[in-house]
């Protein structure tokens, strides 16, 4: 997915993630470059257009 240079970005902050969880595993998330980690799993899940994108096939 790449993103969308008509949109404004807004920064994902650590305080975003409290709220959310891996799909996969329900473990917490953590903010790791540009991308989240999950603490449980070690799955990697990209941001796009300051965007989680939380689905199981885009994990790396």
């Known amino acids: ?12 902050t650590q305080q975003d ?5 891996c799909p996969v595993c329900h473990a917490s998330l ?3 470059g540009s991308a989240i980690l999950c603490t ?3 799955r ?3 941001v796009v257009d300051g ?8 994990a790396h």
């Open 44 to 46: 990697r899940y990209p």
């Open 51 to 58: 965007l989680p994108v939380l689905l199981s096939g885009s």
């Open 30 to 32: 953590q903010l790791e």
């Open 17 to 21: 993630l409290l709220h959310l969880a």
């Open 1 to 12: 997915m790449q993103p969308n240079p008509g949109l404004p970005v807004r920064r994902l």
């Open 40 to 42: 449980g799993c070690s």
